[in-house]
């Protein structure tokens, strides 16, 4: 035989369903990745020329200089290290990589130096005052930008994951993904950490934007964009070659940052609001 259930039981039943379902959803935790990054507000304080031949991967300031690393597409011997006069923007010091090397990201660390390559699976470590190769790592997969925040280095290969690296070891200790209200954000590219937080360009996929990202979560909170920016102070004839927006540094001293890019006839200070 059938069991019948009354009716009024099935009601109760439901409505119990109901209110269970509501308990649930309103206990549940706040979702930290739904709200877009913020528009950052930026003020332009100086402009400075830049290198229109460097095709820039890494940046850094340093005791009034800039710290730059540059990669070489034709691998001809054009990629290098060097220390940039933040006025005329040109070489104050300076090596250049092997044309088998095509030159990525930059930090200086503890006196060192560490510049990656794009495929060639090596960071070479340089003493800072001298230039001279002291030590070199190898690691799997491609190297993009980086950065420190005082202890350790940080690093992206193209993805969305932000890689921790031991200075002494290279081996990493921490991954973190990067992320915003439309999911997994790839192609971090240059990487500059200031106050806690990493700034990051995008290759190609935001052409002249730079994010916020907080790295403890690898939430993206915020949004600098210079679209449009070059333009306004460049000539025509100086931005043929220009390509995206990359190398971000800044000056804990007097609290501005720079940004350039690849093949950038200009070089800018900048402060945010």
């Known amino acids: 035989m059938k069991k019948i259930v009354p009716f009024s039981l099935i009601a109760l039943a439901f409505t119990a369903c109901i209110n269970n379902n509501r308990s649930s959803e309103e206990n549940a935790p706040e979702n930290i990745y739904a709200t877009p990054p913020a528009n950052i507000a930026y003020t332009i304080t100086n402009v400075y020329p830049h290198d229109t031949s460097s095709f820039i991967e890494g940046l850094e300031f340093h005791g009034g200089r800039l710290l730059e690393s540059t990669g070489d597409p034709d691998y001809t011997g054009k990629s290098k290290l060097a220390f940039i006069d933040l006025k005329t923007g040109k070489d104050i010091q300076k090596i250049n990589l092997d044309k088998q090397y095509f ?33 070199e790592f190898t690691y799997d997969g491609e190297g993009w930008g980086m950065t420190n925040d005082g202890k350790q280095i940080i690093m992206d290969n193209g993805s969305n994951n932000l890689y921790y690296r031991d200075p002494e070891t290279f081996k990493i200790t921490k991954t973190v993904g990067v992320i915003d209200n439309n999911g997994a954000v790839a192609n971090i590219n240059e990487l500059e ?28 909170i915020g949004t600098l964009d210079f679209t449009g920016l070059l333009a306004q102070y460049a000539q025509p004839e100086e931005m043929k070659s220009r390509d995206v927006c990359n190398g971000i540094a800044y000056d804990s001293t007097s609290k501005k940052f720079y940004i350039t890019g690849k093949n950038w006839p200009k070089l800018f200070e900048f402060i945010i609001k």
């Open 193 to 220: 950490y200031v106050g806690g937080y990493i700034y990051a360009s995008m290759y190609k996929t935001e052409y002249d934007k730079v994010i916020k990202i907080d790295p403890e979560t690898g939430k993206v």
């Open 103 to 135: 030159g990525e990201g930059c930090t200086l660390l503890n006196g060192k130096i560490y510049q990656l390559t794009y495929k060639e699976q090596k960071c070479f470590v340089y003493d800072a005052q001298t230039f001279k190769k002291i030590n």
